[in-house]
């Protein structure tokens, strides 16, 4: 994939100076604020009484593509949390169907393909993502961004990976075995595959960014199933790819994954400023692991939101207490917030980060 080289545009956030230098901008650059940044994974969405509202009557790839209803439930949690950042809300499949492939959001089970992606003449069927289809992703990220004011938008994709997974599963699998497969007894096809992915969600961070995305995160929920020697020669190449199309512009880059505690030092290669890490490992653990060269973002253990409040502070300070190992520290959850998450403890926890 060529790209042209560029430059952030003279009113995007990050250049007019809105975001500059903003508690979250500042940590993905190894800074560290007076108080620590704090935003949740999936803090748009299910968990909110006013997104249950908003989205009344409306299929959830429908609402991510009217720009003015994205743009108001990317809001919702800015001013009920009142978080250091909002994400965009979106669909990590939303790419894949402005590409031309079907697919659905399958309530209770997530996104479903209607037919799968598996043989090598299935993945040159695939054609690449027309970047007019993507307006209507930066009319929505330009609507938040103006409201937003000094608040940075996150953009986000998914990873190739993860992407690819529902693409040949034909929805979410835990264990990925026809992925896996794949990627084994075809590694052309398999590479073939990949670069798409990787394409398609670069060019969806990208439009994010141009529109006004002060930070992106790529999300890759699967790549815990690979072995280290899987995923760094048959993936990370492909994750790079995704960060590469930013090329020229200069914004934070987090990749988050889940179950990579054991290939940590392969992800600053990828192009990541800032590693999410999962609830699995301490942050001063990772910290170690990556030579305190990385700022971290982290990582409260969605389980404990449903825990007594005493024992829930007690785990945010430790997680807290650990991340001052790191360069910076951007505190967040080990993954993203449950749906029956009461929204008033996530309120409660931002407060208290702030407040310390």
Same mark, same amino acid.
């Given at each position: ?11 995007? @956030? ?5 975001? $500059? ?5 500042? #940590?993905?650059?190894?800074?560290? @604020? ?6 949740? =994974? ?15 009557? $409306? ?13 108001? /439930? $990317? ?6 949390? !009142? ?8 669909? /990590? ?9 079907? *697919? !659905?959001? +399958? ?8 037919? @799968? *992606? ?5 993945? =040159? ?6 970047? &007019?289809?993507?307006?209507? %992703?930066?009319?929505? *990220? ?31 699998? !835990?264990?990925?075995?026809? $992925?896996?497969?794949? =990627? ?13 992915? &990787?394409? *398609? ?38 994750? !790079? ?32 400023? +800032? ?10 653990? #990772? ?7 990385? @700022?971290?973002?982290?990582? %409260? ?11 829930? &502070? ?38 208290? +980060?702030?407040?310390?």
């Amino acid at each position: 994939m060529t790209l042209e080289i560029s430059a952030l545009a003279a009113a995007h @956030p990050l250049v007019d100076g809105r975001t $500059t230098n903003c508690p979250l901008v500042r #940590a993905a650059r190894g800074d560290r @604020p007076e108080a620590a940044p704090v935003w949740f =994974m999936r803090q748009a969405g299910r968990s909110l009484p006013e997104y249950r509202e908003s989205r009344a009557g $409306t299929e959830m790839l429908d609402a991510c593509l009217d720009p003015a209803l994205a743009a108001e /439930i $990317t809001l919702q949690p800015v001013r009920r949390h !009142k978080v250091d950042a909002a994400v965009f809300f979106s669909d /990590i499949v939303i790419p894949v169907l402005l590409a031309g492939v079907g *697919v !659905k959001i +399958v309530p209770g089970r997530g996104p479903v393909l209607d037919e @799968p *992606v598996r043989t090598a003449s299935d993945i =040159m069927k695939l054609r690449p993502l027309d970047p &007019a289809a993507l307006d209507p %992703i930066r009319e929505a *990220v330009a609507i938040a961004v103006a409201e937003l004011g000094d608040t940075p938008l996150i953009g986000f994709a998914g990873a190739p990976y993860t992407l690819a997974s529902y693409l040949v599963e034909g929805g979410p699998s !835990k264990e990925q075995l026809r $992925t896996r497969a794949l =990627m084994r007894t075809d590694p052309h096809a398999w590479a073939a595959l990949l670069n798409w992915c &990787a394409d *398609v969600s670069g060019a969806f961070l990208r439009a994010q960014v141009e529109a006004g995305a002060s930070v992106v995160q790529l999300f890759d929920s699967w790549a815990g199933s690979l072995s280290r020697g899987d995923y760094q020669r048959r993936v990370a190449p492909h994750s !790079k790819r995704a960060f590469d199309a930013l090329r020229g512009l200069d914004v934070p880059r987090i990749h988050f994954g889940l179950g990579l505690a054991d290939r940590l030092d392969l992800i600053p290669a990828l192009g990541a400023d +800032v590693i999410g890490i999962d609830w699995r490992l301490p942050l001063d653990e #990772a910290n170690e692991r990556l030579g305190g060269r990385i @700022p971290l973002q982290g990582n %409260i253990d969605p389980a404990l939101l449903q825990a007594p409040w005493p024992v829930l &502070a007690r785990h945010v300070d430790d997680v807290i207490e650990r991340g001052q190992a790191a360069p910076a520290h951007i505190v967040n959850l080990g993954h993203g917030v449950p749906p029956e998450t009461d929204p008033a403890v996530l309120t409660r926890i931002v407060e208290h +980060v702030h407040g310390r």
